[in-house]
T-cell receptor
Framework: AQSVTQLDSHVSVSEGTPVLLRCNYS??????LFWYVQHPNKGLQLLLK??????LVKGINGFEAEFKKSETSFHLTKPSAHMSDAAEYFC????????????FGAGTTVTVRA | DAGVIQSPRHEVTEMGQEVTLRCKPI?????LFWYRQTMMRGLELLIY????????DSGMPEDRFSAKMPNASFSTLKIQPSEPRDSAVYFC?????????FGPGTRLLVL
């Protein structure tokens, strides 16, 4: 069975500095991996997805993630944080056998200091 | 595209009352999902429809919960009778294949 571990429950950065959100996964097959963002009192918005094409995936709002099979990681980065990036971020992996079933990480809350 | 539409956005009700949550998926998406989000449990899949047919309802908590999808553009999640422990944010999502697109959610409070 697949699972996702987000290594940090909370990340605090200064505006204009890089953001790194760490995610490790386990999956028996070649997984599909996603990062979603949830702003307060909002729904989940897709940032980016990996589906066995290029290992470096570019998403919206300047975010990107790199799939590293040898490390079973899918870390999310952004070179320069903006105040609007303050939100909760979820790393998600699709089920090994049923691609409609998603396993969500526990989430990482990002705060951005002015 | 308007995205996934959910109504109401907020619902406050009293224990024992019936609650109906509504969802309009993105046009052309053939899969629809209902999720529940709480602080304690995070996001839980309640039920999954494909081409309007319920495929997996193993996440539905108990018989008080029911979901329908009478056509490709509408789905409901009903709780009858509601209980305080049902208080949560309920999300609907739709998908053309593997990527799910979420609605804004319905925040339910059962007193």
């Amino acid at each position: 069975a697949q699972s996702v571990t987000q290594l940090d429950s909370h990340v605090s950065v200064s505006e204009g500095t890089p953001v790194l959100l760490r995610c490790n996964y386990s999956s028996s097959y070649s997984p599909s991996l996603f990062w979603y963002v949830q702003h307060p009192n909002k729904g989940l918005q897709l940032l980016l997805k990996y589906t066995s094409a290029a290992t470096l995936v570019k998403g919206i709002n300047g975010f990107e993630a790199e799939f590293k099979k040898s490390e079973t990681s899918f870390h999310l980065t952004k070179p320069s944080a903006h105040m609007s990036d303050a939100a909760e971020y979820f790393c998600v992996v699709s089920d090994d056998g049923n691609d409609y079933k998603l396993s969500f990480g526990a989430g990482t809350t990002v705060t951005v200091r002015a | 595209d308007a995205g996934v539409i959910q109504s109401p956005r907020h619902e406050v009700t009293e224990m024992g009352q019936e609650v109906t949550l509504r969802c309009k998926p993105i046009s052309g998406h053939n899969s629809l999902f209902w999720y529940r989000q709480t602080m304690m449990r995070g996001l839980e899949l309640l039920i999954y429809f494909n081409n309007n047919v319920p495929i997996d309802d193993s996440g539905m908590p108990e018989d008080r919960f029911s979901a329908k999808m009478p056509n490709a553009s509408f789905s409901t999640l009903k709780i009858q009778p509601s209980e305080p422990r049902d208080s949560a944010v309920y999300f609907c999502a739709s998908s053309p294949r593997e990527t799910q697109y979420f609605g804004p959610g319905t925040r339910l409070l059962v007193l």
